[in-house]
């Protein structure tokens, strides 16, 4: 008989074959039933027509991604088999989420979008302006599109005699975001175009999608031409048309901002014939004036030489005058020269410098007397200073130096001992002594 096991080893068991056998499994299927608990997991229902199966998405998981799961979405799950051993419930273990069909596509279109303008290639001050009278369009498009002949038609009624350039390249499917890429090297290599168009007509997000490359993104940007996205319909916005230097809702618009109005460039040309006759008139006027003023300037030979003889009358009166002043001129300097020499006498400056001799003498004697006086009182004052703080003046006024018999002055006690002589030197004469006993004075301790 089968040894029987309990239903937590059979679960246990059958969990364990789920996760060795199947691995990690990618599934696609509509979410329902999704409940969001205060733990911050997620748990789901995953069903398509015919079947359902329960997800779990743990919260560690759910937080490092940005797309947020809702019922009703179809998605695509990436997790392993499990079995949860409680319930005996078969699920999903989730290790990441991401929208179906064009739900991925959107999401990975504004990752890009939000990428590309943090590196500030949709910055306003980086595009390039759209040149306002351009005789050369390149068109990079389907050679075989509505877009190509929309865009002709536009520019042949705007401007009969703007030339069109075609690079034509594909505009759908995996190969047509390096096709562009190449038309769109080809056109700036070309050197001929003042600006360029790029676009198709309208289609679906995955239609579209080749306008979203990366790479032909940072080429538009990198684009030494201006460029005009023109990319879909109107209500169409893909990252071509965020980069490029100008966008146009659609392929007709956009040859209408590439192109100037001919009757708009036949009224300019009037209004710049208008100008340039105002210039020319104002220029013939200004030179008739010129003329006029040289002609006032242009005087005739008789009054030159009147002019002259006047001329000549002045000079002779300055003449005359210059000769009587030139006569006049050594009488006058004569007389200066005669009051200098008088100043200038020798008795004059005799007395002068004996008036001047007499007052320094005056000063002389005043400054000798003054410093006299002031250095006997100094010496007065320094001699009383000297003879106060000698020692004879210590000595007349009771004070005697104690000696001993080698002529060393006794400072303290124990300079000298008992029975040794020492003379006392007083004011009138010397006292010869023998030491009969010594008492220390005791010197008083720190309290």
Request: with cysteine; proline share 4%.
């Amino acid at each position: 008989m089968e040894q029987a096991i309990s239903v937590a080893q059979l679960n246990r068991q059958a969990k364990f074959i789920l996760e060795q056998h199947f691995g990690s499994v990618l599934i696609h299927g509509e979410i329902s039933n999704l409940a969001r608990p205060q733990s911050g997991h997620l748990y789901f229902t995953l069903k398509d027509d015919s079947a359902q199966v329960r997800c779990a998405f743990f919260k560690g998981q759910a937080m490092r991604q940005q797309y947020r799961p809702k019922d009703g979405e179809a998605v695509l799950v990436s997790g392993k088999l499990s079995l949860f051993e409680g319930r005996g419930d078969y699920q999903v273990i989730v290790s990441a989420i991401q929208p179906a069909g064009a739900g991925a596509l959107q999401l990975e279109f504004n990752a890009l979008k939000s990428r590309l303008e943090a590196e500030g290639l949709f910055a306003p001050e980086r595009k390039r302006p759209i040149p306002t009278d351009a005789q050369v369009v390149g068109v990079v498009t389907s050679g075989s599109g509505a877009a190509v002949q929309d865009i002709l038609q536009v520019l042949a009624r705007r401007d009969p005699f703007i030339e069109v350039r075609l690079f034509p390249c594909l505009v759908q499917g995996k190969d047509a975001a390096a096709d562009i890429r190449r038309a769109l090297k080809a056109a700036i290599a070309d050197g001929q175009c003042d600006v360029l168009i790029v676009g198709r007509g309208g289609g679906s997000l995955e239609d579209l999608w080749c306008f979203n490359d990366e790479a032909l993104a940072r080429d538009i940007a990198a684009s030494p031409l201006p460029i005009i996205s023109a990319v879909g319909h109107e209500t169409d916005f893909t990252i071509a048309d965020f980069v490029a230097d100008l966008r146009a809702p659609t392929p007709s618009a956009a040859a209408e901002l590439a192109s100037a109005d001919h009757s708009q460039r036949a009224s300019r040309l009037h209004q710049l014939a208008r100008q340039l006759t105002h210039n020319l008139q104002r220029q013939l006027n200004q030179h008739r004036q010129a003329l006029h003023f040289l002609q006032q300037r242009l005087r005739h030979p008789a009054d030159r030489i009147r002019e002259q003889q006047q001329r000549l009358d002045d000079l002779s009166a300055r003449l005359e005058r210059s000769m009587t002043q030139t006569l006049e001129r050594p009488a006058l300097r004569l007389e200066v020269f005669q009051q200098r020499l008088q100043r200038s006498a020798p008795s004059v400056r005799l007395q002068e410098q004996r008036r001047q001799l007499n007052q320094w003498q005056q000063r002389l004697h005043s400054s000798v007397r003054a410093n006299l006086h002031q250095w006997r009182q100094s010496i007065a004052k320094t001699a009383h200073n000297l003879h106060t703080a000698s020692p004879m003046a210590t000595l007349h006024r009771g004070y005697g130096i104690l000696l001993t018999d080698d002529a060393k002055v006794v400072r303290s006690v124990t300079q000298v001992q008992i029975g040794q002589q020492i003379s006392h030197r007083l004011a009138d004469g010397t006292i010869v002594s023998e030491v009969k006993r010594i008492n220390e004075q005791e010197t008083p301790s720190d309290a």
